[in-house]
């Protein structure tokens, strides 16, 4: 399968559940939603985004001051981060304000573990691993 076919299916799916991908041979539709948390973290300009979420929850506008970058552009980077779930949206009064999802981030890292040199020996039933 094509990385656009996956994340297609990815975009069709559920949000993962706690301890996605299963060890240490995730599913390829597992690996789809592992491909869109990566998509969205790279490119620069998103990725200082969520830097400046990390810092607390923030409007487009006030984004779009920060970044000097256009509104639409801040706009459609959002819309990138949050079809990932790394960012959450809320909305107060006529403004929607963007902050950081935990819990997407807890999988990326657990993913970096798994996917680390040795990272999983010893879990692994195929010949390869042992």
Avoid: N
């Amino acid at each position: 399968m094509t990385r656009r076919h996956l994340i297609r299916i990815a975009h069709a799916l559920p949000r993962c559940r706690p301890g996605l991908p299963h060890l240490p041979h995730a599913l390829p539709v597992e690996m789809a939603h592992v491909a869109q948390w990566f998509f969205a973290a790279s490119d620069i300009t998103r990725l200082y985004i969520l830097e400046l979420l990390s810092q607390r929850e923030r409007c487009v506008t006030e984004l779009h001051e920060i970044l000097g970058a256009p509104q639409s552009s801040v706009s459609f980077h959002l819309k990138v981060l949050k079809a990932a779930g790394l960012v959450g949206v809320h909305r107060d009064g006529r403004r929607k304000y963007y902050g950081l999802e935990g819990d997407t981030l807890k999988h990326m890292i657990a993913f970096a573990l798994i996917v680390s040199p040795r990272g999983h020996a010893g879990t692994c039933a195929l010949s390869c691993c042992q």
